[in-house]
Each structure stands twice: as structure tokens, then as C-alpha cells.
């Protein structure tokens, strides 16, 4: 189930039959990469803006990024959201590298003793009746970035992302590459890199 839509945007880039339209149809919905949402807590009033983490390079990679704040962090601080599209163990203690423009930084991870949290991810269907969609196993673990180094990134001309699990690593180009540039054009919400501008974006509203 998860192969399916992590491959779907590549078969209609392939196809030559992504529109806005229908890229908004299918990815502009609870669940799906690079959709923002935000929510408070009936408990404490807690104010949280979430962006599910979403596509790099050509979107075929099982690495994806996502961003996470709430009103009890600073303004400038945000949680990095690292997803895989498995069940797999990140390293509890390594940094995620990023090479911004032949600048290599370091974030730390929120917790040094996690090896990510595993779970069943749920989206909602695009049909004519929306239902919850189980899409498999996805193991997430958060970082610290500054608000000064997302917009780095936001700027860069080329950044590199570099996340250590426990026994491999895996690299990836953030910005959506060659093959990849006829839809991000289209539709460039689910694209990391967009994503991580309306997020910003959708901070300034909520504070």
C-alpha cells in the first residue's frame, strides 16, 4: 500500500497527466505530505501547526520531511519531522546532517535515547465518500532547527539531507530535481522545500 503512494506522483509526472487540480485533489487532505494543518487542545488550549512530512527530490525516496511547532515553543524554534516509509531504527543519538549550499550543519535530535517511533500512518481518501486510508508502517523522529536555519534552506540553491540509522544511512537532494520540475511547478505543496515557506507562512496567522 505505501509503494502505491509513494510511487503515485511519478506515474502521473511519467504520464504526463498531473494537474493542479487533480495533484490537489489527491494530496490536499489529512495525511498527506505537505498538508498543514493546525489544531488546540481542549485540554490546556494549546495552540499546535503541524506539516506532514513531505516530498524530496523526485518523490520517489522513502525520506521525507515535515515540521511541527506548538504556542509553548519559542516563536524561532521548530521540531524537524524525519520520516521513513517503514519500520526501521534511526541511530537515537546522531545529528541530521544537512549540506546547505556546501555548508554542512548539524541538528540534534529532541532525544538522544529514541530510535524513532513506528506506527500505522492513516490518510484520507480522495473519493466521492472520504475514508481513513491505512498506508503501513512509517517511523518519524524529531529534530531542533531554528527558525534562521529552515529559511537557509528555504533560500539554498542545493541542500542535502543526511539521516543515520542504526545500521545504514540514506542521502537525499531536498529540492525537487530535473524530472520532478514540470510538477513542482504545478503543485509545489507537497515538496519539502515549498512546504517548509507556508508553513512559515501559516505561523505568522496563528501567532
Sequence with gaps: MFKKYSFLIIV?????????????KQYDGPGWQGYISTSVSEFDGTKTLNLEPAFLND?????????????????DQFLLVA????ALNFSP?????????????GLKPLSSSQYG???QKTVMSNGPISIPVNIGNHTTKNYLISKKLLNRII????SVVRVEFLDTYTEVQIEPNKEAQSTYVLY???????????FLERLQVLI
Design 117 to 119: 517511533v513506528t506506527q
Design 188 to 198: 509545489p505543496n507537497i515538496w519539502s522545500k515549498y512546504a517548509f515557506k507556508l
Design 59 to 75: 518523490g520517489a525516496s522513502s525520506l521525507r520531511l515535515g515540521l511541527r511547532w506548538n504556542n509553548r515553543m519559542d516563536k
Design 83 to 86: 520520516e521513513w516509509g517503514g
Design 12 to 24: 502521473l509526472m511519467l504520464g504526463g497527466c498531473a494537474t493542479t487540480e487533480s495533484l490537489k
Design 155 to 158: 533560500l539554498a540553491k542545493k
Design 93 to 105: 543519538d546522531s545529528d541530521l546532517r544537512i549540506n546547505i549550499d556546501s555548508d554542512i550543519v
